[in-house]
């Protein structure tokens, strides 16, 4: 991340208030039970984030709209799909009025600022979804502001969008 960056984070982050964190479709589907040998499970996320602007004037606030999709896969190969899951979030912000941010800046907001929101709650999802379905317990780690993910444009599933 550029200083400037950096910069621009700091101020949208000092001008932003989470208001609401709406948890809008949680889906864990089982695969195929690991066959023996293959207890070990590994998490594969794909994250789609979206940022909304309120077309009302004041435009005082956006929405950052998540959308995961964790894959957990044998650690064979080839992998073998053992459980699906789907978590989408809408997190709705306010902005001090006067704030004017570009849409960069909110992206790079909600993928800092909005990642260490909702993140938790895909933890504890995807660790109750494994639990439930009865698939090897997974945890992933905490959120680190600047870790690499597998971002995905909200236009295409296929292509991505950031590394």
């Known amino acids: 991340m550029s200083q400037i960056q950096r910069e621009a984070l700091s101020k949208l982050a000092g001008a932003c208030t989470l208001r609401e964190l709406k948890q809008m479709h949680m889906e864990a589907t089982f695969v195929q039970e690991p066959?023996?040998?293959q207890a070990e499970v590994t998490p594969?996320?794909?994250v789609m984030l979206q940022i909304a602007r309120s077309p009302a004037e004041p435009k005082?606030?956006?929405a950052a709209i998540f959308r995961f999709n964790v894959a957990l896969n044998t650690e064979t190969e080839?992998?073998?799909a053992v459980a699906k899951m789907k978590f989408n979030a809408i997190l709705v912000y306010s902005a001090a009025e006067g704030?004017?941010?570009t849409d960069d800046e909110l992206n790079l907001f909600g993928q800092t600022n909005?990642?260490?929101h909702v993140w938790p709650y895909l933890r504890a999802f995807v660790q109750n979804?494994?639990?439930q379905l009865g698939t090897p317990v997974v945890?992933?780690?905490p959120f680190r502001i600047g870790q690499t993910l597998q971002w995905h444009s909200p236009e295409s599933s296929d292509a991505p969008a950031r590394s």
Request: charge should be negative; hydrophobic fraction near 35%; proline fraction near 12%.
């Open 78 to 80: 080839p992998p073998v």
């Open 44 to 46: 594969e996320l794909e």
């Open 35 to 37: 066959s023996t040998g």
């Open 129 to 131: 979804s494994c639990a």
């Open 60 to 62: 005082t606030e956006f």
């Open 139 to 141: 945890t992933l780690p």
């Open 99 to 101: 704030s004017d941010f």
């Open 114 to 116: 909005g990642m260490v």
